[in-house]
């Protein structure tokens, strides 16, 4: 069974808020839970989650087309977070505008996209 939860966690009302917070050294290391991690993840930027987490095993970036500015970035990490009942999940996913994570998403499975194996479901047959 394929476990697949979105969290948005910056909002247009809390960016005012998160600059003030990021600006502040942190003392304290990344939690691993789920909840926890959803609810504290915004507080860190991308090289202290590197000095915790390591190198994301998977990362893509986009640009803004004809150009080299970063637009956001797309991580992928292995067996960094556990759910409720202790297990880890397979992959997180952290999808990053800046350098502040946007949205977490945690998955039962490797992160890899075999849509272009399998035919797609909305092409009609010919």
Known sequence: MRIVWFTLLLSLSSGPLLAEESQQPLETAIPTAETEFV???HQFDKATIVAQFGEPASKQDYHRPGTDELMASV??????????????????????IGDNV???VFMNHDGKDDSASSPNPFTPDL
């Open 75 to 96: 991580w992928q990490y292995h067996y960094i977070n556990t759910d409720l009942e202790g297990s880890y999940y397979q992959t997180t996913e952290l999808d990053f």
């Open 102 to 104: 946007v949205m977490v």
């Open 39 to 41: 609810q504290n993840i």
